[in-house]
C-alpha cells in the first residue's frame, strides 16, 4: 500500500461532491470558542448549514501561522482551559449527532506531549477524520505518520506559492485526505482579495498528485470562495468565520448566526 491509501470519510466527502459537481466548504473553528458547548453548538449547526468538512483548531499559547483572528480564538479558548483531551471528549460528544468529518488542526507540542501513539488511538476513538499539524513539515513526521496510518486517519501538508517541484512531489507523497494549498504567503486571516495565480498554482500541484486540493487562507466571502471553487477541490474559510463568532459573542443566536454565515459560502461552491 502507498504511503496515502488511506480511504476514510474525507475521501468520501470528496467523491460524493464531485459526483454532483459540487466543491467542498471546509469550516474551520477553534474548539473551545468562546467555550466547548458553545463550539458544540457551531459545528452541529454549521454541518447543518451545508459545511462539508470541520476544520477544529487545537488551542495553543504560540499559534505562530495564524493571523490575530485565530490567536484571539485560541486564548479564549485557553482562558476557558480548553486543552487536546477536551478537544478529543469535544469530537466524541459530536460523533452522537453528525458525521461530517472533522480534522484537527494545531501544533506539534501538544500532541508530542500527549504521546504520539495515545493521540492517534484516541483520536481515532473521538471519531477524528484527519490531522494538519501546521509546524511539522513531512520531513520530520516520520513517527506521527505511521501512528496515524496504523488508525487509518489522514495527515494533511500544506503547499504555499513559495513551493517548488521537490516540495510539491514531496507533500503529494506523504498527504492523504486531501492537500491543503495556502493562496497566499504570511499568516492566516480575512482579506479583500486572493491571489491571483491560484488556477495555475492548483494545476502544478496535480502534475504532481491526484489527491483532492483545498485553498485556504484569505478567503472571506460568497464571491471569493464562487471565484477559487472554479480552480479546486474545496476553500478553506477560518478567520471570517472566526470574525462573525467574535463579533456575535455574547448572542444567544451564535451559532445560527455562523451557520447562516456559512451556508452563504457553501453558495459559492455549487458551480451555478
Known amino acids: 500500500m502507498s504511503k496515502r491509501e488511506i480511504k476514510g470519510r474525507i475521501s468520501e466527502r470528496f467523491a460524493v461532491l464531485k459526483d454532483r459537481g459540487e466543491k467542498a466548504l471546509i469550516a474551520f473553528i477553534t474548539a473551545g470558542d468562546p467555550d466547548i458547548k458553545t463550539s458544540e453548538e457551531i459545528i452541529l449547526e454549521i454541518a447543518k448549514a451545508g459545511a462539508d468538512i470541520i476544520e477544529l483548531g487545537v488551542p495553543f499559547s504560540d499559534p505562530m501561522a495564524d493571523g490575530p483572528t485565530i490567536q484571539e480564538s485560541s486564548e479564549r479558548a485557553l482562558k476557558g482551559g480548553v486543552q487536546l483531551p477536551d478537544v478529543l471528549k469535544l469530537v ?3 460523533r452522537e449527532e453528525t458525521a461530517i468529518p472533522i480534522v484537527l488542526f494545531g501544533y506539534y507540542n501538544p500532541v508530542f506531549v500527549y504521546g504520539l501513539s495515545r493521540f492517534a488511538t484516541d483520536a481515532k476513538r ?7 499539524i501546521v509546524d ?6 516520520g513517527e506521527l505518520s505511521k501512528e496515524l496510518k496504523a488508525k487509518g486517519l489522514d495527515l494533511v501538508f500544506t503547499l504555499t506559492p513559495t513551493s517548488d517541484a521537490g516540495r510539491m512531489k514531496l507533500v503529494s507523497e506523504n498527504s492523504s485526505g ?9 499568516v492566516t486571516g480575512a482579506r479583500s482579495k486572493v491571489g491571483a495565480r491560484i488556477r495555475e498554482s492548483v494545476r502544478e ?7 483532492p486540493v483545498a485553498v485556504g487562507f484569505g478567503i472571506s466571502s460568497e464571491e471569493q470562495v464562487r471565484g ?9 474559510v477560518g478567520s471570517a468565520i ?6 456575535n459573542i455574547k448572542d444567544k443566536n451564535l451559532p445560527m ?12 461552491t455549487l458551480g451555478k
Not at 178 to 186: L, N, Q
Not at 228 to 236: A, P, R, T, W, Y
Not at 257 to 268: A, E, H, I
Request: no cysteine; proline share 3%.
Open 242 to 247: 472566526v470574525n462573525v463568532i467574535k463579533k
Open 178 to 186: 486531501f492537500i491543503y494549498y495556502v493562496s497566499v504567503t504570511g
Open 126 to 132: 473521538a471519531g477524528v477524520d484527519g490531522v494538519l
Open 136 to 141: 511539522l513539515p513531512p520531513e520530520e513526521a
Open 257 to 268: 448566526k455562523v451557520g447562516r454565515f456559512v451556508s452563504s459560502l457553501k453558495r459559492g
Open 228 to 236: 477559487v471553487s472554479k480552480h479546486s477541490d474545496g476553500v478553506i
Open 205 to 211: 500541484v496535480r502534475k504532481y498528485s491526484d489527491l
Open 92 to 94: 466524541k460528544r459530536l
